[in-house]
């Protein structure tokens, strides 16, 4: 007979919240309502970004594809999240876990870099605005979007194939509500050295090194609002990029302290209140951010209204 170690897994117990069994179903109620919030504010924003020929622009465009990344990323997670705090004992199966993790993966890295691609086009219309046209022109933006989604498809495929290429046997409990990538990893009984490996220089690549960009780009920006001898200029000039210096801050902020925290993937109740933040929560502020504190977007969202009522 097959001993415990040697039995092959073909499903992984998510153990989620089972800790905090009478908060399951407060927090069953409170992630459907972010959800549904999240997907009708993102939606809102593909809408208007579409139907306003005033939202026809480098930047809206940008925003369109990224609210689109944020509803997909989030379905990535949250309905199986939903499901499984109504069970008493959530499985799912390796292909599955396969599938949450290739999306998870592409989506997110996706993100990372649209967000850049976004603070280039700011760069672009701040800090050299005669070039403006040239720079972001229709096939520029296309290629940027392009670019995006192939990284995120690529580094999707590559580090989900290499993860689960792994042996997996006998241990197979996710101390987690999804199958995040260090979680999976340290399940695996052959040697991690070269997934983690791995894993850091995803991170090192896709948080670090487009959050270094951005910060360049917004360095420039500062000088050139700077340089703006009026007050009203430099609050015109910062009031467009606000918005999306607040969401950088927000998605990365999270990113970095999830993966580049010394105890990462270790401390699986810490790992999961951080993961609901940018898996959950931070999808749900983009349309707010961008809706409430962006004068084009109210506007347009006044324009629709008016043709339907």
């Not at 593909?46 to 997909?72: G, K, N, Q």
């Not at 649209?114 to 701040?126: E, K, N, Q, S």
């Not at 009031?239 to 302290?257: E, K, M, N, Y």
């Not at 004068?295 to 324009?303: D, Q, S």
Request: net charge neutral; proline share 4%; with cysteine.
């Amino acid at each position: 007979m097959e001993s415990n170690n040697d039995t092959v897994v073909t499903e992984f117990i998510l153990l989620g919240f089972s800790g905090f069994r009478s908060l399951q179903v407060p927090l069953f109620w409170g992630v459907l309502c972010i959800y549904l919030v999240t997907l009708l504010g993102n939606s809102l924003i593909i809408v208007l970004s579409l139907a306003d020929p005033a939202l026809h622009s480098p930047m809206y465009f940008f925003l369109r594809h990224f609210s689109l990344v944020e509803i997909l990323y989030t379905t990535t997670i949250v309905p199986r999240m939903l499901v499984d705090l109504l069970c008493s004992h959530p499985t799912i199966p390796l292909a599955s876990c396969f599938t949450q993790m290739y999306f998870f993966s592409f989506f997110g890295i996706t993100e990372c870099c649209l967000l850049t691609a976004m603070a280039y086009d700011r760069y672009a219309a701040i800090c050299r605005p005669l070039h403006y046209i040239t720079l972001m022109n229709q096939g520029a933006c296309a290629c940027m979007v392009g670019a995006s989604y192939l990284m995120g498809i690529i580094t999707g495929t590559t580090h989900s194939i290499c993860i689960f290429t792994l042996p997996f046997h006998g241990a197979k409990t996710i101390h987690h509500f999804l199958c995040d990538i260090l979680p999976v990893l340290r399940l695996a009984t052959a040697s991690t050295f070269w997934g983690e490996v791995g894993n850091l220089a995803v991170t090192v690549s896709f948080i670090v090194t487009p959050f270094f960009l951005i910060l360049l780009s917004y360095a420039c920006i500062l000088a050139t609002i700077l340089g703006v001898t009026t007050s009203q200029g430099r609050r015109k000039v910062f009031s467009t990029c606000s918005s999306h210096f607040f969401v950088v801050i927000l998605f990365f902020g999270t990113g970095t302290v999830a993966y580049l925290r010394p105890e990462a993937g270790s401390s699986s109740d810490v790992d999961q209140i951080i993961a609901v933040f940018y898996t959950v929560v931070t999808p749900m502020f983009n349309p707010f951010v961008y809706t409430l504190r962006n004068k084009e977007v109210t506007g347009a969202m006044r324009r629709l209204m008016s043709r339907f009522l």
